[in-house]
């Protein structure tokens, strides 16, 4: 499904500590909506959703997504890996999933 978005509106709030921004505009198909965003103090982590709605009756879509980080060869039975993980903090340290 592709999608559209032109800028209706723009629109900031304060929760708690943290900003959200709703840029109102975005069209997938029958649903209408936006692109929110979430800014945590203390944090280069920004969380983007798209928040839409529908008034066709009976239309729902269930989205599953994930990310694939094993090489088919790594791949073992039950979709575990062998591969290890690496990340970086919010303060550039180095870490590995135990």
Do not use: H, W
Not at 4 to 25: C, H, K, N, Y
């Amino acid at each position: 499904m592709q999608s559209t978005f032109q800028l209706r509106t723009a629109t900031a709030r304060s929760v708690g500590e943290r900003v959200e921004i709703v840029f109102d505009g975005l069209r997938m198909g029958s649903f209408d909506g936006g692109l929110a965003y979430t800014f945590y103090p203390g944090s280069r982590l920004i969380q983007q959703e798209a928040v839409l709605t529908t008034y066709d009756a009976d239309v729902a879509y269930y989205y599953d997504a994930g990310l694939d980080m094993a090489a088919p060869s790594d791949r073992q039975p039950g979709n575990n890996m062998r591969t290890e993980a690496v990340f970086y903090d919010p303060d550039g340290v180095c870490g590995v999933p135990r």
